[in-house]
Nanobody
């Protein structure tokens, strides 16, 4: 089993920055890839970014490309999401997720591909 805990959410003004963190514990050796998703009130959960557990492959949704950066801290079993130039439309609950299969390379953008999820952290961007 894998446990995921997100942190770093909060309230920020448009144009500002936040860094989210997701720390994995348990059977972390089984993780192949990690993803960040977000869900705004009244909307479906959507893909934000993904990274291989080794940190050698990254993927981004078009809506955040160039503004968000996903990275891996190998020493702490932690994945970060650096969010710059934040917009009000970025307001959502952000979730991290872990996938155990190598098929992650084909399905990293789909919610159903992931085996474990964190509790979520709220990000609010004011205009």
């Amino acid at each position: 089993q894998v446990q995921l805990v997100e942190s770093g959410g909060g309230l920020v003004q448009a144009g500002g920055s936040l860094r989210l963190s997701c720390t994995a514990s348990g059977d972390t050796f089984s993780i192949y890839g990690m993803g960040w998703f977000r869900q705004a009130p009244g909307k479906d959960r959507e893909f934000v970014a993904a990274i291989s557990w080794r940190g050698d492959s990254t993927y981004y949704a078009d809506s955040v490309k160039g503004r968000f950066t996903i990275s891996r801290d190998n020493a702490k079993n932690t994945v970060h999401l650096q969010m710059d130039s934040l917009k009000p439309e970025d307001t959502a609950v952000y979730y991290c997720a872990a996938e155990r299969s190598v098929s992650w390379y084909r399905t990293y953008g789909f919610q159903g591909s992931y085996d474990y999820w964190g509790q979520g952290t709220q990000v609010t961007v004011s205009s």
